[in-house]
């Protein structure tokens, strides 16, 4: 079974502009990033997909793989899927570009997911980590999902889901950490296929497979990580990183 990842690399951000290219103690977040998932040791190739020069040029400087997008695209799925096409690869695994901390643990186990999958009725596997601050479980920047009695997906909110009526009867909440690993079918159905109204509504694309029948096995994980996204998350790396 070959596993690739890909990174998928805006230059555009709107809490933090050009964020993949700020400085994390000497080398650009994106750098860092890259680096980390190499270190997995987990697949046989790494790449960045971009629609950014600057940050093509700087992963080929630094020793590693970049890929330019031909087409504008929406979102990460997207990307990957045109970059990925063509590619003689079974498991995608889609790295943030703004998580320089990613590490092998949680990689790994989305990674296992396709392997104890004998009859191959799970499209994707992806993360998610408790949660049980009433801010973050209410705050629509944070995604939450709730899954089945055997971790499939249900359905993903920026809501707090579920809806607390009661809060005494055991109910957890989950946050959606945004790695995926994808068969390579199940990302270029998705690149194919029209959003769809709940997704539109959402602005979350893992919407889009639950709404065509694809299953996503969530994995629990206690591995925060570091997600950068605002002027004072890139500060907080910058010390975390000493």
Same mark, same amino acid.
């Given at each position: 079974?070959?596993?690739?990842?890909?990174?998928?690399?805006?230059?555009?951000?709107?809490?933090?502009?050009?964020?993949?290219?700020?400085?994390?103690?000497? $080398?650009?977040?994106?750098?860092?990033?890259?680096?980390?998932?190499?270190?997995?040791?987990?697949?046989?190739?790494?790449?960045?997909?971009?629609?950014?020069?600057?940050?093509?040029?700087?992963?080929?400087?630094?020793?590693?793989?970049?890929?330019?997008?031909?087409?504008?695209?929406?979102?990460?799925?997207?990307?990957?899927?045109?970059?990925?096409?063509?590619?003689?690869?079974?498991?995608?695994?889609?790295?943030?570009?703004?998580?320089?901390?990613?590490?092998?643990?949680?990689? $790994?186990?989305?990674?296992?997911?396709?392997?104890?999958?004998?009859?191959?009725?799970?499209?994707?596997?992806?993360?998610?980590?408790?949660?049980?601050?009433?801010?973050?479980?209410?705050?629509?920047?944070?995604?939450?999902?709730?899954?089945?009695?055997?971790?499939?997906?249900?359905?993903?909110?920026?809501?707090?889901?579920?809806?607390?009526?009661?809060?005494?009867?055991?109910?957890?909440?989950?946050?959606?950490?945004?790695?995926?690993?994808?068969?390579?079918?199940?990302?270029?159905?998705?690149?194919?296929?029209?959003?769809?109204?709940?997704?539109?509504?959402e602005k979350i694309e893992a919407i889009r497979y639950l709404e065509y029948g694809k299953?996503?096995?969530?994995?629990?994980?206690?591995?925060?990580?570091?997600?950068?996204?605002?002027?004072?998350?890139?500060?907080?790396?910058?010390?975390?990183?000493?």
């Amino acid at each position: 079974m070959k596993i690739i990842a890909m990174i998928p690399a805006r230059y555009a951000a709107t809490r933090l502009p050009g964020k993949l290219m700020k400085d994390l103690n000497g $080398k650009p977040v994106i750098v860092r990033t890259y680096e980390a998932a190499l270190r997995t040791g987990l697949f046989s190739d790494v790449y960045v997909v971009t629609d950014s020069e600057v940050i093509f040029r700087e992963i080929v400087a630094n020793g590693g793989k970049a890929i330019m997008s031909i087409r504008e695209h929406e979102c990460g799925s997207d990307r990957i899927a045109e970059a990925v096409e063509k590619m003689d690869v079974d498991i995608v695994v889609n790295v943030q570009g703004d998580e320089p901390f990613t590490e092998k643990e949680s990689l $790994k186990k989305v990674v296992e997911v396709f392997g104890e999958d004998v009859k191959r009725e799970i499209d994707l596997a992806s993360l998610m980590t408790e949660i049980t601050d009433w801010e973050e479980i209410s705050n629509p920047n944070i995604v939450k999902v709730i899954t089945d009695h055997q971790g499939f997906a249900l359905y993903f909110s920026r809501s707090p889901i579920p809806y607390p009526r009661a809060r005494d009867v055991g109910a957890r909440y989950f946050k959606h950490k945004g790695i995926y690993a994808f068969r390579k079918s199940a990302i270029m159905d998705f690149y194919h296929l029209p959003m769809l109204p709940l997704e539109a509504s959402e602005k979350i694309e893992a919407i889009r497979y639950l709404e065509y029948g694809k299953k996503i096995k969530m994995v629990e994980t206690d591995v925060e990580g570091v997600e950068i996204d605002t002027p004072d998350d890139l500060e907080r790396a910058r010390k975390l990183w000493k």
